[in-house]
């Protein structure tokens, strides 16, 4: 008789990689809409340009590589890319701008690693502080957001267009006119004018907690992000991590001086925060893998983020928190190996049978 | 020693053995200064000097250096030299010496000057040793003028800008073809980003070349196969 042999895996897996990342874009479709409605249609235009240029950039490596271009745009992780790219530039930005950090994610950060799978860095984030170091003044380009009592001049969609295509606002409009801080850039500039926090939160812009729409467009950014945990796509220590490495640390500084430290609410609810908790820092090919892991890996996010806010020059440092982390996953995956079953545990007791690192 | 010898050092330290692009030593000075070509050429210059001077003493003085303490000699001799070069850069051009500031004594840190003492000079006649520190020495100056050129012109848009500090006289603004260019390529990472583009062009020049060598070598057919491949 002639059995036809198998090897395990008996089941085929059921997540693929191509649906993980459509849930994960699906997921992120409120928090788009709400930074739509706040913030205006310039971050469709953002997207649009970020993804072209991230697919276009993708499929050319793929083929200067001599792999098939198919494979890898039909993994949508391209779109993921770009998707987060998006959230992280203003809403007005020139699309020359958006295309180098699109193709310096996908190209460098990404494909020069090896691709998907192998890239230690977040792509996204890469791109991201690529553009924040080369167009400081791009970056800081933040419109206000549309709340109704906030005196600014509002761009149509065509006018926004208009500045992503060319780079020019409407005559007799100036950046001033449009642009506003945000909460956490006039929060820096306030302490740094030894105003305390209390003064600063009474500021138009600000909200409840953090700003006002920074903290809706948070809110359904973590609707997102909790489908995503409901689905299994990402497990709950790198959110839990994030949130306490940056929230304890702002609770210990807020108790203890409450006039010079904002609040964990504010924290939370200002910047990329809750973005960076549910999907730039959960990202399965840069994160750490081992349980114990991804908690330390999402603590020191999350500390960094706080220590950059806090310390640095940076209003926020969700893409540099999150790149530096990147680089300790080797040392942290390494550190925080799981247990096996049966096995001894090779660093606390050697023993003959188990073969350890310095003996094979 | 006679000129194909030194032809030969000269195409080692140029090409072959490049300090920076091969050997990746110097990379401190080499990324730093690198914002414009004429930082990056005066720099390059100098450590052509040092390199050529320390080489010659280093070489003259061999039989004599104990093992044991030749390392804080070599740095002797180096620093001596560098303190020559530095006086000299601060009397004839003050403005390049003003430019590059620190990187000029720092030379006597730069571990492409100590390596070639350790492995070349230390160990070769004077001559040769010469050729090698200029080899060495213009290698490292057409990396360093090579990197601030695609810097200066990616990431201020202009293209020999300040050569007064070279020549003298008042401040030339170069040919600029653009008012301010990419901020990134004259920031530190982008001077990463432009040597490993240097260092990769390279290795496809070379596998070109290989390439080029293994097809010639196998066109002749089957029966010179029997002495192997003319270019390992």
Same mark, same amino acid.
């Given at each position: 008789m002639d059995f036809e042999r198998k090897e395990a895996p008996y089941r085929a897996p059921r997540a693929k990689v191509s649906s993980i990342m459509l849930q994960v874009l699906l997921a992120l479709v409120p928090a788009a809409l709400a930074h739509v409605w706040f913030f205006g249609p310039g971050f469709i235009f953002n997207f649009l340009v970020a993804a072209i240029f991230c697919v276009a950039g993708e499929a050319g490596m793929m083929r200067l590589r001599g792999r098939a271009p198919e494979l890898a745009l039909s993994d949508f992780s391209a779109l993921v890319t770009a998707a987060l790219l998006a959230f992280a530039l203003p809403s007005l930005t020139p699309w020359w701008v958006t295309a180098t950090g699109a193709l310096f994610a996908v190209v460098v950060a990404k494909h020069l690693y090896g691709g998907l799978g192998f890239n230690i860095f977040n792509p996204a984030m890469a791109g991201y502080v690529m553009l924040l170091v080369a167009f400081p003044m791009y970056m800081n380009l933040w419109v206000a957001p549309r709340m109704g009592d906030i005196d600014y001049e509002y761009l149509t969609a065509f006018e926004s267009l208009r500045y992503t295509l060319t780079g020019h606002l409407p005559d007799l409009v100036s950046f001033d006119a449009v642009s506003r801080a945000t909460p956490l850039d006039a929060m820096k500039s306030g302490l740094n004018n030894a105003r305390t926090t209390a003064e600063i939160q009474?500021?138009?812009?600000? %909200?409840?907690? %953090?700003g006002r729409g920074w903290e809706w467009i948070g809110n359904f950014t973590a609707v997102g992000g909790f489908w995503l945990l409901i689905q299994k796509i990402i497990r709950w220590q790198i959110p839990v991590g994030v949130g306490l490495g940056l929230l304890v640390p702002a609770g210990i500084m807020y108790l203890v001086e409450p006039g010079s430290h904002p609040g964990p609410g504010f924290h939370l609810f200002s910047g990329a925060t809750i973005l960076c908790a549910f999907f730039i820092a959960t990202d399965p090919v840069s994160a750490a893998t081992s349980p114990k892991g991804r908690l330390i890996y999402g603590i020191g996010i999350g500390f960094l983020i706080y220590a950059i806010r806090t310390w640095g020059a940076y209003a926020d440092g969700v893409a540099f928190a999150v790149l530096l982390m990147n680089l300790a996953v080797p040392a942290i995956d390494y550190l925080t190996r799981p247990h096996i079953v049966g096995h001894y545990d090779a660093h606390k007791d050697p023993s003959p049978g188990v073969p350890t690192d310095k003996g094979s | 020693m006679n000129a194909t010898a030194f032809g030969e050092r000269l195409k080692a330290g140029l090409w072959q053995d490049n300090p920076g692009l091969v050997q990746m030593l110097g990379l401190c000075p080499l990324l730093a200064v690198t914002t414009t070509f004429v930082n990056g050429f005066g720099l390059g210059i100098a450590t052509l000097l040092v390199l050529g001077g320390s080489n010659v003493l280093v070489s003259a003085t061999r039989r004599w250096i104990r093992t044991e303490i030749r390392i804080p000699i070599y740095v002797l001799i180096i620093a001596s030299l560098v303190t020559c070069i530095e006086l000299i850069f601060k009397a004839w051009f003050p403005t390049l010496d003003h430019s590059l500031g620190i990187f000029i004594p720092l030379i006597v840190t730069n571990c492409a000057i100590v390596a070639r003492a350790e492995i070349f000079a230390s160990k070769n006649p004077v001559g040769q040793s010469l050729a090698d520190g200029i080899g060495m020495g213009a290698g490292f100056t057409l990396l360093l003028a090579t990197l601030g050129f695609v810097r200066e012109l990616i990431g201020s848009g202009s293209i020999l800008s300040r050569m007064d500090l070279l020549f003298g006289g008042d401040p030339m603004r170069g040919l600029v073809l653009v008012d301010g260019g990419w901020l990134l390529a004259i920031l530190p990472p982008g001077a990463f980003f432009a040597l490993a583009i240097l260092v990769a062009a390279k290795s496809v020049l070379d596998n070109r070349q290989r390439q080029k060598a293994r097809d010639a070598g196998r066109a002749p057919g089957a029966a010179t196969s029997a002495q192997g491949p003319t270019i390992s």
């Open positions: 009474t500021l138009p812009i600000m %909200g409840d907690f %953090g | -």
